[in-house]
């Protein structure tokens, strides 16, 4: 081979190692082996966890005002005969209870009555009946329970008529007892002479027994009880 054409060879030689080195040398260098990664020993992620709503509370009690007064009770009260009357066989009783304590109470509808003989005793014959009217008291129609201030009074009246329906005579009548309509929940109870005169009634709730009322009036068809109210006549 002539030496030009070994020179040129070996230059081309040359140029294409050249070449291959500057090419090998561009590529990038090989990723290095870190091994395998264990996730043993170590903590496992959070996980959220749902927080229950606080438990709904009930509304706190309101306290109601309050409703007034209450019931009258026994020794707020004072009983007394407020006068009487008498006209064509038939008698009428008024009363008046006066509250004497310092608070307000209630008090309304009809009084309890019961007939007693002259020892004290209740008088089986006769019955006490509600009513609205009579023949000496027109119109007597109650309000139900009321406020009754201090020193304020609610008047009530008895009638009756003597008056036999026949020949039979009625059963006689020494005193009357009287006690606080039932919604005042009291069994003090006063009595009264059945006759006109206004003597003071035995403070004791007992009735000793003993004769204690000299007069009888004889009490026909009951006695009538109309309702508390506040006015003694109806106008």
Known sequence: ????????????????????LAACSTLPPAAPNRGTVSTSGMPAPATSTAVPAAAAQPPAPISN?????????ADQLQLERAGNSAAMGHRAFAFKYTNVSGQACTLGGYPQVQALDANGNPVAGISS???????????????????VAPGGSLWFVLTWSVVPSGNTPCP???????????????TAANAFPASG??????????????????????VCDGIHVMPLRAAPKQS
Do not use: E, H, K
Not at 13 to 20: K, R, S, V
Not at 65 to 73: I, K, L
């Open 129 to 147: 009946v509600q009513a609205t009217r009579s023949y000496l008291v027109p119109s007597a129609a109650g309000s139900g329970p009321q406020p």
């Open 1 to 20: 081979m002539p030496v030009n054409a070994r020179i040129a060879l070996g230059v081309i030689g040359t140029a294409c190692g050249a070449a291959l």
């Open 197 to 218: 005169s206004s003597v003071a009634p035995p403070a004791a709730a007992a009735i000793p027994q003993g004769r204690m009322f000299n007069q009888v009036s004889s």
């Open 172 to 186: 006689g009548m020494a005193a009357i007892q009287i006690a606080l309509p039932p919604a005042n929940a009291s």
């Open 65 to 73: 005002p309050s409703s007034g007064p209450s019931p009258c009770a």
